[in-house]
């Protein structure tokens, strides 16, 4: 319990004392080596966009391959340099864009920036504790992950250009570099980034499973926590225990790659020589990784549940519906991520039979899944609705992963994957269920926990523009995605114009390409108003959404902590909102029964 | 000179835009609208709310009037007969999904048009009802498991043994294209070993093998309409798939592992140039498994012929060995003896 060692006295502080030079933390210790969550997680959200940026810069890039296949693209010969030769991307290059983008916006973005930061900044300040579990290891967490960060960067710089083989790096591809420039020293350092990745997630995942289970303060049992909590500790289970399977994979793919085993490789001949490799598996690594696969989805989507689901109740001025449905929901989806993988391999030669029953498990996830949007409907359902930013996000989170959740019903049927597999339908539905809707997550809790994390607020003016043009733009991009899907365009397609099937749609490329320009543009204001508010936005006050959990009782800026005095004991569950006979239309979780006497339950009057 | 008004024309915009977002900021200052609870002030719930309702209203009809505009590409004609039972299984679970999709999306953004925020409102406190609860869990279950069973019906038809009459084709990927070998009379594909693979004998067909004497590999792949046909798929390098998209067939080519799947062709490619009114129709083969530069290149024809006419097709090809006949040279008894060598000792890998 070496957070309760904390000493109060000596670190309470504020932003605007930076230049404390009696303080006895130095800049080093206090922003950089931090052991303070509120930091670390904000570490973890500046890495973040910093990746969201570089991996949508990516996308755009073959987006305009894809938009004008025919047009020539000169005018990125500054950026690019040899990888546009005679004014074209060189196909493996573009192999190697879509590949990043997928690595950083899954693993970078989504997993570190999105848990990281949400997980690091929430746990305590909303189960009530001064920091968590281990400081030294949440530091260690964060700077593991810088060094994959910077090892994932370079690669984009060498030579041979970075990995290539899809994100998914299936062998023998992603073992052989006589098959692709990328994977030479790309690989390698790819593997290497994600090897330190991985143990920058378990090293946070195991802090955030030990600091929700020991350190919640008086009164918090496990049925008064916040939803993102249950998100946020989900989560950390799920990653805990796949990431290790990926970890394996990778390994026995270094060991392929440099020390000649054949785990993943038989039966090859390639660039005029047959290997010596022989009674590996190809499908094996496949199982591996998605054996990691599958639940990272889930890694990706159930923060933002937790998010969208405590912005909702706020907003909306209402409990959430059905709250112990929406922490079994979420339970029950946890479980079931773990024996879906295999809907990823329909059509790699697995037993039909295994088929069968992978579609049969798959499926049975839409039904919580389907339990969750309806609760946030009827949370919804006669509110007294707040628009801030942050709820425009999270209504349009529900709408996105309608959207994108729905298709799953059809790909995770083995019988349809058959025509859609590896097609544009794919595309369409990951990127609307776990990319736009895991964004839409994250741009919630961003703009709705601001003013907790920096003391200032978001301009919503600015905030309303990102959000109508970031909206549009995604169902403008990925809506479209389903008919060339449809149609049976495939993923990874450097070109369709080849293919008498394929030639078509040209036009409805160009529109998507122009509308994910649109949304990426509609990021700079986003970016705008990020760093203007930090440094000029409005300030803000304790509790600004009438929000009832506990991080809205620390002082505007919490020092290190958290709370200058004693922390708040908790009482109540954390979505009294409205309720009927109370004064205010919220009360907060550190309010007793006692001081409510007019507005409590028959129930609790014995709580009193 | 253009680059630089260029780029100057943007920094002037990027001020306007600055004084702008200034000026808004200043005269909610004045309107006092900054004093108010974030997401309470009127104009702006007005606007996004109604901002909502229109996104529906408009997303909704946008959507209709492109998925009807897209609706003749996005079908390919479909040529086999289980594409048939996944088309219209996929087009039920579209209905039903799209049922879900309206309904949902609907209330959605109604209920947030309908409950926007009012100074003198308050919220209904409802925090849970379990028949509710319940019976919102159950529909999903039960259209679920409806879907689940007819997932499995056309899966289990899909993927069941192929009849013993079926037409056998030997598909091989490699980077970058397609290698098709053909049983020839005997109708038995010989042994094949990746250690036999050169310049010409591109899948490494073993020629001691007595069955492999009458193989042979066409540019193209030929296939009589009505009867099954069975692809033996392999690879050679990196994981390919064949995609034949108007068969709506789909299985990967990986290395040392092969895999099969068969179908039924249901119209000659005559047929489909007269039905599409395309001369120029031709089935495809596609790659769609990441395989490297090539990877969208990979395209093979695929003809579909009368029964006759795949007869006549197939008496006019002549063996590999035959065309090449200086590939017997290397086969001499050495590597057959290694050949059977390395046969037995695959068996008893197998067995054990």
């Known amino acids: 319990m070496s957070s309760t060692d904390i000493s109060l006295n000596k670190d309470v502080h504020h932003a605007h004392d930076e230049h404390d030079h009696h303080h006895d933390q130095n800049f080093f210790e206090k922003y950089i080596f931090s052991q303070d969550h509120k930091v670390i997680a904000k570490q973890f959200l500046f890495a973040g966009i910093f990746w969201g940026f570089i991996g949508g810069f990516l996308s755009i890039i073959f987006r305009l391959q894809l938009g004008w296949p025919e047009a020539t693209f000169t005018f990125l010969e500054p950026i690019l340099g040899g990888w546009i030769v005679n004014g074209k991307l060189d196909p493996e290059f573009y192999l190697a864009l879509v590949t990043m983008h997928g690595t950083i916006m899954v693993f970078f973005v989504l997993t570190a920036g999105l848990s990281g930061t949400f997980s690091n900044f929430l746990i305590p300040l909303q189960i009530g504790a001064r920091d968590m579990a281990s400081g030294f290891m949440n530091m260690l967490s964060f700077w593991v992950f810088f060094l994959a960060s910077v090892i994932m960067f370079m690669s984009l710089f060498i030579e041979t250009g970075p990995a290539g083989g899809g994100w998914t790096v299936y062998p023998p591809l992603s073992a052989l570099p006589q098959a692709i420039s990328g994977s030479g020293l790309g690989m390698t350092l790819w593997l290497i980034s994600m090897a330190l990745f991985i143990v920058s997630q378990l090293l946070g995942g195991v802090n955030y499973i030990t600091t929700v289970i020991n350190l919640r303060t008086k009164g918090m049992s496990m049925t008064k926590l916040p939803l993102t909590i249950w998100a946020f500790f989900l989560t950390a289970i799920l990653g805990l225990l796949s990431f290790p399977v990926l970890f394996s994979a990778a390994l026995l793919l270094i060991f392929d790659r440099s020390f000649g085993t054949s785990f993943f490789l038989s039966d090859i001949y390639i660039a005029g020589e047959a290997l010596a490799n022989t009674g590996g598996s190809a499908i094996l690594f496949q199982h591996l990784f998605w054996f990691l696969g599958h639940p990272e989805v889930y890694i990706v989507i159930l923060p933002t549940f937790g998010i969208v689901s405590e912005v909702i109740a706020t907003n909306s001025r209402k409990p959430i519906f059905g709250y112990r449905a929406m922490i079994g929901s979420m339970l029950g989806i946890s479980l079931l991520s773990f024996v879906v993988w295999a809907h990823h391999m329909f059509v790699t030669g697995m037993n039909p039979f295994l088929g069968s029953v992978f579609m049969f498990l798959t499926l049975i996830i839409a039904v919580p899944s389907a339990v969750k949007v309806f609760n946030w409907l009827a949370t919804l359902w006669r509110g007294n609705i707040r628009f801030t930013t942050a709820m425009m996000f999270a209504i349009a989170f529900v709408s996105l992963f309608i959207s994108g959740g729905l298709t799953g019903i059809i790909l995770g049927n083995s019988a349809l994957d058959i025509q859609l597999h590896d097609t544009y339908f794919v595309i369409a539905h990951f990127h609307l269920v776990m990319g736009a809707a895991a964004f839409f997550g994250m741009f919630c809790g961003i703009y709705h926990w601001f003013p907790k994390m920096f003391g200032r607020m978001m301009d919503e003016k600015l905030g309303f523009v990102h959000f109508w043009l970031t909206f549009l733009s995604a169902y403008l991009v990925f809506m479209p995605m389903h008919y060339i899907g449809i149609a049976g365009f495939p993923r990874r397609y450097y070109s369709w114009t080849g293919f008498d099937a394929f030639n078509t749609f040209t036009d409805l490329n160009s529109f998507i390409s122009i509308a994910a320009i649109l949304g990426f543009t509609a990021q700079l204001i986003f970016l705008f108003n990020f760093i203007y508010s930090i440094f000029k936005g409005r300030r803000a006050t304790a509790n600004p959404w009438h929000s009832n959990t506990l991080e809205w009782t620390t002082p505007v800026n919490p020092g290190h902590g958290n709370w200058p005095g004693e922390i708040p004991t908790v009482y109540r569950w954390p979505y009294d909102y409205s309720k009927p006979g109370a004064a205010e239309d919220y009360i907060p979780q550190h309010v007793p029964f006692s001081q409510t006497q007019s507005s409590n339950l028959p129930y609790e009057r014995d709580l009193e | ?352």
């Open chain 2, 1 to 352: 000179m253009i680059t630089l008004a260029i780029g100057l024309s943007i920094v002037l915009l990027l001020v306007i835009l600055f004084l702008l977002f200034r000026i808004g900021t200043l005269a909610s200052i004045f309107r006092g609208s900054s004093q108010r609870a974030v997401g309470t002030t009127k104009t702006s719930n007005k606007v996004n709310s109604l901002l909502m309702l229109l996104f529906l209203i408009g997303g909704g009809a946008a959507f209709a009037w492109s998925f009807a505009d897209a609706w003749d590409e996005m079908n390919q004609p479909l040529a086999s007969v289980h594409g048939g039972w996944t088309d219209s299984l996929f087009w039920t679970t579209m209905i039903v999904i799209g049922i879900v999709f309206v309904i949902t999306q609907i209330l959605l953004f109604w209920y947030s048009y309908k409950y926007q925020h009012k100074d003198q409102k308050r919220a209904y406190y409802y925090p849970h009802n379990n028949k509710l609860e319940i019976v919102w869990t159950m529909i999903p279950a039960v259209v679920m498991a409806i879907l689940v069973f007819a997932g499995w019906k056309t899966w289990a038809n899909i993927t069941s043994a192929a009849p013993a009459d079926a037409v056998v084709i030997e598909v091989m990927g490699k980077q970058f294209s397609w290698l098709v070998r053909y049983p020839g009379a005997d109708g038995k594909l010989g042994e094949a070993n990746v250690h036999l693979i050169d310049a010409t004998n591109e899948i490494g067909v073993d020629f001691s093998d007595p069955n492999s004497m009458d193989d042979f590999m066409p540019r193209e792949i030929h296939v009589p309409k009505g009867k099954p046909v069975l692809l033996k798929i392999r690879s050679r390098d990196v994981i390919h798939s064949v995609f034949l998209p108007h068969f709506r067939v789909k299985m990967d080519a990986v290395p040392g592992m092969p895999t099969k799947f068969w179908f039924v062709p249901t119209k000659t490619t005559a047929e489909m140039r007269s039905e599409t009114g395309n001369s120029e129709f031709n089935y495809e083969l596609a790659c769609t498994e990441i395989c490297g530069r090539g990877h969208f290149a990979m395209r093979f024809i695929l003809v579909v012929d009368e029964p006759e006419e795949y007869e006549e097709w197939v008496a006019s090809q002549t063996p590999f060995i035959e065309q090449n006949p200086q590939l017997l040279t290397k086969f001499t008894q050495d590597t057959k003896d290694q050949v059977v060598l390395e046969k037995s000792a695959e068996e008893v890998k197998t067995e054990l």
